[in-house]
């Protein structure tokens, strides 16, 4: 491994990194993943084999699990998070302790030289203005804790310095630790499964990328560093800044006889609404290589092999 940029990628094992790590030893790099396998899946079987891959089972609250790890790191992705809004409201203590407070630890730990790509959401913004595009200098307005301690964790990053923060749209498409909780990916299969959706003020709009424009956004990243730090990034698809009523739209497009309608009372518990502007880092060369619609195509594939029935009988 020697020469090799070494990353250390925490929470490697989720929806992201699962994507992520394997796109990072195939350009090259030397990954060593820090997960508590919270989700008692293996989706990083498939690199196992490769020689410049290394998994340690840990926490990424742990400094004693964190600092021989950082001791052999140019690089590290902190990915480790409660994702989401349902899931950090469950749990809001470890929400605000691994989204926020596993960074502010890892900020103390890096030496100065250490190099950060912190991934956030979009959903920093909250409600936007109608019909302006949220750009990096829009205020950060989020109505979530999920939210909020995303929005922490980047500051932490970004006053430490020599750190990189994305702004991730929702993310859609197929990784070996699938969420389908995720808007694109749960109506997809809902379309699929049930062929209808009942949809909570279908007007609200927000941006979408595929987890593998993800993973190409931190190689751009990495390989761009010295350019594009200390500055947040927002990572989404121009083309797709759609209300939830325009995503089943198009989703009915691959689906036949996907029946969708709003719902006449009730709201929806996320209350994001905004579109926002991909500009920043399409300045520095950034474009995203899969469509909203090479998405939805490739979740119907997925959906023929993923069955969500844990709790059914049949």
């Known amino acids: 491994m020697a020469g090799k940029t070494r990353i250390l990628v925490t929470g490697g094992a989720g929806y992201l990194g699962s994507t992520m790590v394997p796109a990072m ?12 396998f919270m989700f ?26 964190l600092k021989p790890l950082l001791a052999k790191a140019d690089a590290v992705v902190p990915l480790a998070a409660l994702v989401g809004a349902p899931l950090c409201n469950a749990d809001k203590i470890g929400a605000e302790t691994i ?5 502010v630890t890892l900020m103390k730990l890096l030496s100065k030289d250490q190099r950060v790509l912190m ?23 989020p109505i979530s804790l999920y939210g909020t301690t995303k929005v922490d ?42 062929r209808a959706v009942v949809l909570f003020e279908p007007h609200f709009k ?20 010295d350019a594009m730090k200390d500055r947040p990034y927002n990572v989404g698809l121009s083309d797709a800044n759609l209300s939830k009523w325009e995503l089943c739209e ?30 920043r880092i ?12 090479d998405g939805i195509r490739e979740l119907i594939k997925g959906y023929r092999m993923i069955r969500n029935s844990v709790y059914g009988n049949v």
Do not use: W
């Not at 927000?206 to 560093?225: E, M, S």
């Open 25 to 36: 030893l195939e350009a090259g790099y030397a990954v060593t993943v820090l997960d508590n």
């Open 250 to 279: 198009r989703i009915a497009k691959h689906v036949p006889g996907f029946v969708f309608m709003e719902a006449p009372i009730g709201e929806d518990p996320d209350k994001r609404d905004y579109i926002v502007s991909n500009a």
């Open 153 to 194: 964790a980047e500051k932490a990053a970004l006053d430490r310095g020599n750190a990189i923060s994305f702004r991730l749209a929702t993310v859609f498409g197929m990784s070996p630790r699938m969420r389908i909780d995720l808007l694109v990916n749960d109506f997809v299969h809902r379309a699929v499964t049930d």
């Open 206 to 225: 927000r941006n979408y990328i595929h987890v593998r424009d993800v993973a190409r956004a931190f190689l751009h990243g990495l390989a761009r560093f």
């Open 282 to 293: 399409e300045a520095t060369g950034f474009k995203p290589a899969h469509s909203l619609d």
């Open 119 to 141: 991934p956030i959401t979009n959903s920093g913004y909250g409600v936007g203005e109608k019909d302006k595009a949220c750009t990096e200098d829009s205020p950060l307005r």
């Open 99 to 103: 989204n926020y407070g596993a960074v």
């Open 40 to 65: 008692r899946q293996a989706p990083l079987a498939h690199v196992c084999a490769h020689p410049d891959f290394d998994v340690v089972r840990g926490d990424a609250r742990d400094e004693a699990a």
